[in-house]
């Protein structure tokens, strides 16, 4: 038997660093051999817990699955490791010490009796391990990652159209994923809306989210659909704080009756994920007479953003995250496409349009509420293969399955500016991958002040029951 042992004190508590490490797929931030880590099982995490880790060696990559074997929250971590070539069993005991915690990490290896007596012969590169790992551990602990900010490569990937578009695709996550930063920050109890949390990308963030602790109301239109999510991520998390609120947000009269209810509720939010979209095939106006791409993909986070305004300034620090959509880049603003008023309807165009337009809407309101605290960052979740685009984009679903993203790499930006302690240290910003991105690919694309200016006076111009006034030009 061999065995690590390294120490380290954290400035966070004991009950925060258990946290952390129970939900063992950490180890991909922290330990410089672990590549990829995933959970095998669902339900709270506890002794039981199952998870996979992919570990780097000199000669490849093994996998070692992990079982958490002992749980005692703010105090002890067992696990149990076994792969093919070595059996590990990991003792983690915390304790406070100051405004901290005391790490205590001894790991006891189980080699062949060749690979044991090499190692005991070339001690130095395990115990260099050790030491890797544990600083690993002590600067993700730490969360103090500087504010996000491009990459020269990414900058110079978005000035051309196809290396920008290829970071749509499940390569262009990966690509980010090998520079992000750890991830430690705390959200247990924090407040978040989510929008459209019953398919695609909302589901997989409100799981993520659950699973990080988060307290979640679900914005659904439909409440047995609705009941059954709620109870799935509680089966799935053990995170009992999850709620219910309904809303058709296609209908503006909804969404400003949910922002009475979640007022009149008075619990502050801390984030505000505006998700729900659809892109329609066909032209429809809505009850209220406005044309549904419009209602759904901009007045509806728009009205929604403004109403729970005084519950995001209650939060110590609000978040608002708008999805948009790559499909932005196709398009320069055009009132009358955006309003449904031009002579032919194209459900691409008007998509893309609402998105531009919820870009440029994030802007402004994250100049608007900069002095308030209030962030507020939009995010674009590459190609995903989802329900929705499954059902409005079967051609282009087909055309690109090998190179689509998964509902969790599409969703993982929308949960790292939820979640991430510096995600909201930046305002105004499009994110793709963790990254802040540009907003336009095209020259032709860009609108000037005038067309921000009209934008906003047909937003700020919107009273319910009115319709869409007709534009003059
Ligand atoms: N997947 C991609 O590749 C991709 C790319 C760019 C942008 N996006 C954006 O990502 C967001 C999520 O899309 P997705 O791909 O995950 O689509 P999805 O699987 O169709 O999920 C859309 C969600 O929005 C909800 N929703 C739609 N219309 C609604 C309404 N009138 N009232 C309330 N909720 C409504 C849906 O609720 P129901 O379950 O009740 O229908 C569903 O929960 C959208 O804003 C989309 O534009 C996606």
């Known amino acids: 038997m061999l065995e690590l042992h390294e120490q380290c004190t954290v400035t966070r508590s004991p009950d925060a ?76 005991t915390l304790r406070a010490e100051g405004e901290g915690c005391h790490i205590d990490y001894r790991a006891r290896f189980q080699f062949p009796a060749p690979m044991e007596r090499y190692l005991r012969r070339h001690p130095a590169r395990f115990t260099a391990m050790g030491r890797r790992t544990m600083a690993g551990l002590a600067t993700a602990l730490q969360d103090a990652n500087p504010p996000p900010t491009a990459q020269a490569d990414t900058v110079r990937a978005d000035r051309w159209l196809l290396p920008g578009l290829a970071h749509f695709t499940r390569y262009g996550y990966r690509r980010g994923q090998q520079r992000w930063a750890p991830c430690s920050t705390d959200i247990r109890g924090r407040h978040m809306v989510i929008t459209g949390a019953t398919s695609g990308l909302g589901e997989a963030c409100a799981r993520a989210l659950a699973q990080a602790g988060a307290a979640l109301t679900l914005v659904v239109r439909d409440r047995p659909r609705g009941k059954a999510l709620v109870e799935s991520l509680q089966a799935a998390s053990g995170n009992s704080d999850i709620q219910l609120a309904l809303a058709d947000l296609s209908l503006l009269g909804e969404v400003d009756a949910l922002c009475e209810q979640l007022v009149a509720r008075g619990r502050p939010v801390d984030v505000l994920i505006n998700n729900a979209g659809a892109l329609f095939n066909d032209k429809t106006i809505t009850t209220e007479g406005i044309e549904q791409s419009y209602a759904l993909l901009l007045l509806s986070p728009w009205r929604l953003t403004l109403g729970l305004q005084p519950l995001l300034a ?24 955006l309003t449904g008023q031009s002579a032919r309807y194209n459900g691409s165009v008007a998509y893309a349009q609402a998105k531009r337009a919820l870009m440029l809407a994030t802007r402004h309101l994250a100049e608007q509420w ?37 509902a969790q790499q599409g969703a993982d930006t929308m949960v790292w500016l939820a979640r991430a302690r510096e995600a909201g240290e930046v305002s105004g910003e499009l994110f793709l991958d963790r990254e802040p991105r540009s907003t336009h690919l095209l020259e032709r694309t860009r609108e000037g002040e005038q067309e921000r200016a009209a934008l906003l006076q047909l937003l700020d111009g919107y009273r319910p029951g009115q319709g869409i006034p007709s534009l003059s030009n």
């Not at 749980?71 to 067992?78: A, H, I, S």
């Not at 995250?321 to 603003?333: D, E, K």
């Not at 995010?379 to 190179?403: C, E, I």
Request: net charge negative; aromatic share 8%; glycine share 8%.
């Open 314 to 337: 209650q939060s110590d620090a609000g978040r608002v995250i708008n999805v948009v959509s790559g499909g932005m880049y196709t398009q320069r603003l055009n009132l009358r496409q």
């Open 17 to 92: 660093v258990s946290h952390y490490l129970a939900d063992f797929t950490s180890a991909a931030d922290w330990d410089p051999t672990t590549v990829a880590a995933e959970r095998l099982d669902d339900g709270p995490l506890g002794a039981g817990s199952r998870f996979a880790l992919t570990c780097k060696l000199p000669l490849g990559s093994i996998r070692v699955d992990y079982t958490l074997t002992h749980f005692e929250p703010g105090r002890c971590l067992c696990l149990q490791g076994q792969s093919s070539l070595f059996s590990v069993d990991d003792e983690i």
């Open 370 to 406: 900069r002095e308030q605290g209030i962030v507020v960052n939009a995010m674009h979740p590459g190609w995903a293969d989802t329900p929705g685009v499954a059902s409005a984009l079967p051609t282009f679903r087909r055309l690109t399955a090998p190179v689509l993203r998964n």
